[in-house]
Structures are given as structure tokens and as C-alpha cells.
């Protein structure tokens, strides 16, 4: 008998429970369908209506841009994770050349989240009461009147996009990458010039130049960051994340080397022998 009365009252706690949360989900479903006042699926060459979407932190600042980039991501979206540190690099680089970089929220990030990606507040939004339809993760490129010049997932085409744009100063950016790449070396010996190596894991060359690089007659000329393609993703602490970097010098071989020196750089890449600079072991000063 107690056994019976036991589970009767189980049953009743069970039942109790699973409809509570079906009634909460069922109100959350009505109250998010109600929300939605608008629903857009853009198109190239439509206007992207930024001002339909919640600044996540408002400011006052003019806005002086001359093409913007656009992230549209989900923050529970696993394939979406990998271009936080992308959006990351771009406002770091880009956005000294009046080039906006933003992020669209499809729903509500931790904050956790927000501050994990170092872009400012008053550059993230988030979906509120217009409801955007396309497939995330997803970038746009607007122009200064917000009309739709591109809408691609792969941050190459973005790049290559990018530097085609009128009053696009590829050179300028090259500058501000320059100065990102030196700034992940740790404790930089700043009488030394950097060299930061672009490397690809598997590859024989690679090894060797790896082999070459941390001798001591090496090291004790250069202060050595390298960066592996975005195929060691989760591998590697520093990796090319959608090809970024690539895009911007034009890598097109494995091994490369960019060598920064003051306001200089050499960037050393297939064709390095024609250059008659080159590595060699235990001659450091020909690189």
C-alpha cells in the first residue's frame, strides 16, 4: 500500500512538473513569436537595416566608416565559435582604416561571452524585435549608404573583397597587421627585429625551416612568433583562424616569413631565392 501511494504521488509531481515547463515553454514560444514584429531576408544589394537592431551598449560617436563588415553569429553555435578571434583581428586591423567591424547577436550571449571577444560593446547588436531569416554564421560588407555588397561565410572572399574596394589602402592595412602580429610575441627583445612564421603542420619544409629558426644563431637575431594555418585550429595556440592573414599578404606557399624591422617589413614567401634572401643554418644575417 505504501508502495502504491508513493508512486501515485510521484506520478503527481512528475506531471505536475512537465506541465509547468510545457506551459513555460509554450509561453516563452508566444512571447517569442509576439516579439518578432519584423522578419528580413537580405539580399545583395538591399539595405542593411542596422538601426533595427539593439546596440548592446549606446554611444555617441559619428560615424565616419567607410564600408562596414558584419558578423551575423548565434553565441551557441558551434561552427560559430571560430570567428570570434577573426572578428577580433579585423576590428584590431580594419577599423584604422574606416572599415566598421560589428557583430549581430541572433539571441542573448552570456556576458561571459561578450567580454571574451575584444570588440567594443557599441560595435555589438542584438536580433530584438526585427528577426533576420539568413543562415549564420554570416558576413556582410556594406557600404557607407548600408546597402549590401557581399553576404559569405568564408572570411577569404571577405578579405579579398575587402582590398578591391575603392579607397581601400592595402599597404595600410599590411602597416596594422604588421603591428598585431608583433604585439602576440611575449617578451620582445625590442633591439631585436621580428620574424613572424607562417607554417603549415605535416608539411617537410616546414620542419626544416622549424629546425633552422630555433637554433640559438637564429634566435639570438630575431624575436620568432609563428602562425600555423587555420587547419591546426584547437591545436596550436596561434593559428590563421578563416585564412586572415593569408589573405592579406598573399601567402601562397608554406613556409613564409615576414621580417619586421622599425617601420620596415620583408615579406619572404615562394620565390624568397629570387630575392637572394634565404634561410640558412648558422647564417642568420641572410634573412
Known amino acids: 500500500m505504501k508502495k502504491k501511494i508513493l508512486l501515485s504521488v510521484c506520478f503527481i509531481l512528475i506531471g505536475c512538473f512537465l506541465g509547468t515547463t510545457i506551459g513555460e515553454l509554450k509561453y516563452r514560444n508566444m ?79 552570456k556576458e561571459k561571452a561578450i567580454d571574451n571577444i575584444d570588440v567594443p560593446k557599441e560595435n555589438q547588436y542584438m536580433v530584438r524585435n526585427t528577426n533576420l531569416l539568413n543562415e549564420y554564421p554570416l558576413f556582410f560588407i556594406t557600404d557607407k549608404n548600408s546597402k549590401v555588397l557581399m553576404m559569405t561565410d568564408n572570411i577569404s572572399k571577405v578579405m579579398k573583397k575587402i582590398l578591391e574596394l575603392e579607397e581601400i589602402n592595402r599597404d595600410k592595412i599590411i602597416e596594422s597587421s604588421n603591428i598585431y602580429l608583433e604585439g602576440l610575441i611575449d617578451n620582445p627583445d625590442r633591439k631585436k627585429p621580428s620574424l613572424i612564421y607562417f607554417a603549415m603542420e605535416g608539411c617537410p619544409d616546414c ?54 624591422k622599425e617601420n620596415e617589413h620583408i615579406f619572404i614567401g615562394q620565390k624568397y631565392k629570387e630575392t637572394g634572401i634565404y634561410l640558412k643554418d648558422g647564417d642568420s644575417t641572410k634573412i
Not at 553555435?77 to 566598421?100: A, F, P
Not at 634566435?219 to 585564412?243: A, C, M, P, R
Request: proline share 3%; with cysteine; aromatic share 16%.
Open 31 to 109: 512571447n517569442e513569436k509576439k516579439e518578432y514584429s519584423e522578419e528580413i531576408l537580405l539580399e545583395y544589394g538591399d539595405k542593411f537595416p542596422l538601426d533595427k537592431f539593439k546596440k548592446l551598449e549606446k554611444d555617441n560617436k559619428e560615424n565616419e566608416d567607410i564600408y562596414n563588415i558584419i558578423l551575423y553569429v548565434d553565441p551557441y553555435c558551434d561552427s560559430c565559435i571560430e570567428n570570434y578571434i577573426v572578428v577580433e583581428r579585423m576590428y584590431k586591423i580594419l577599423s584604422k582604416e574606416k572599415i566598421g567591424v560589428k557583430i549581430i547577436w541572433k539571441q542573448k550571449p
Open 207 to 260: 620542419e626544416s625551416a622549424m629546425e633552422i629558426l630555433t637554433k640559438n644563431s637564429i634566435l639570438d637575431h630575431y624575436n620568432i612568433q609563428t602562425i600555423y594555418t587555420k587547419d591546426s585550429y584547437g591545436e596550436k595556440e596561434f593559428v590563421d583562424s578563416g585564412d586572415f592573414f593569408m589573405s592579406i599578404y598573399g601567402i601562397d606557399w608554406y613556409p613564409s616569413f615576414l621580417i619586421l
